[in-house]
Nanobody
């Protein structure tokens, strides 16, 4: 059973920084593209960033230049470093793991709340 456990959410002031981490209980972590998604109240879940096993990254336009996704294949973790945070970044952030060979193997964490407010 694959489990993804997020940590690091919280309350931060506009312009501040916050880091999220996701620990994955995936045996062959290197076969998975990892990602962060978010869902704000009343909105659909949206892509924030993804990273492949070799380290290729993709970002939503709204976070480019402010957020950085990284992974440690040995520790089976993925992190999202967020800076210059804005109130519109407020959302529940979800960790995702999708098998690069079989897209039906798609897993989600329970999410962690990020609130950007003064």
């Amino acid at each position: 059973q694959v489990q993804l456990v997020e940590s690091g959410g919280g309350l931060v002031q506009p312009g501040g920084s916050l880091g999220l981490s996701c620990a994955a209980s995936i045996i062959i972590f290197s076969r998975y593209t990892m990602g962060w998604y978010r869902q704000a109240p009343g909105k659909q879940r949206e892509l924030v960033a993804t990273i492949t096993s070799p380290g290729n990254t993709n970002y939503a336009d709204s976070v480019k230049g402010r957020f950085t996704i990284s992974r440690d294949n040995a520790k089976r973790t993925v992190t999202l470093q967020m800076s210059s945070l804005k109130p519109e970044d407020t959302a529940i952030y979800y960790c995702n793991a999708r098998n690069s060979l079989d897209g039906s193997l798609d897993y989600w964490g329970r999410g962690t709340q990020v609130t950007v407010s003064s």
